[in-house]
């Protein structure tokens, strides 16, 4: 089944302590994404990644980083939390020649 | 001004109406125009492509009007399963993760 996955799933941690949001896709897609969305904000970019190596800000990076080691996968991670970033975070990732974006299932993030 | 704009909403409509909304976009140079739809919590998922033809998918029918910059959605004989969110989404580059911008969304709700 074409997916695209997200771990963990739910997360409550504290400010400054260094978590990262696995994402992985079965899809072979060279484009993923990160997004937050927030009440009142919608979703906004946060990183986005054309190919493996290759990553590039979106509109909002400020606090996190991600890599591209692999096709498949594009963690998230924030090295130093903040109670700014409690939001509800997708991976999405898109072929380049097909807009669709496919999305995880979402990580809801609560940092205290 | 916004990059793209929807109404927010929410849209009360009884089971079996026609209702429609719209969303304006402020690059003309956009090219790929979509909907998608968004469940409480869950991820977004692709509702249709907007063609410069328009385009219809059941009772899901979508336009494109370039001169004034604005893309519709009417869905007919609503269902009660058709209450969720609707957000309009606009790729101004050459494609893929970097050029797409979301709206905030619409919010709908079918009543019995």
């Known amino acids: 089944e074409a997916q695209v996955t997200q771990n963990p799933r739910y997360l409550i941690t504290v400010t400054g302590k260094k978590l990262t949001v696995t994402c992985s896709q079965n899809?072979?897609?060279?484009?993923m994404s990160w997004y937050r969305q927030d009440p009142g904000l919608g979703l906004r970019q946060i990183y986005y990644?054309?190919?493996?190596?290759?990553?590039d800000k979106g509109d909002v990076p400020e606090g996190y980083k991600v890599s591209r080691k692999e096709k498949r996968n594009f963690p998230l991670i924030l090295e130093s939390p903040s109670p700014n970033q409690t939001s509800l975070y997708f991976c999405a990732s898109s072929s380049p020649t097909h807009y669709e974006q496919y999305f995880g299932p979402g990580t809801r993030l609560t940092v205290t | 001004r916004k990059e793209v704009e929807q109404d927010p909403g929410p849209f009360n409509v009884p089971e079996g109406a026609t209702v429609a909304f719209n969303c304006t976009y402020s690059n003309s140079a956009s090219q790929s125009f979509f909907w998608y739809r968004q469940d409480c919590r869950k991820e977004p998922k692709l509702l249709m492509s907007v063609y410069s033809s328009g385009n219809e998918d059941g009772r899901f029918t979508a336009q494109l009007n370039r001169a004034s910059q604005y893309i519709s959605l009417l869905i007919r004989d609503s269902k009660l399963s058709d209450s969720a969110t609707y957000l309009c989404v606009v790729n101004t580059a050459g494609g893929g993760a970097d050029g797409l911008t979301f709206g905030k969304g619409t919010h709908l709700i079918i009543q019995p």
């Open positions: 899809m072979n897609h060279e484009y």
């Open positions: 990644s054309m190919n493996v190596e290759v990553t």
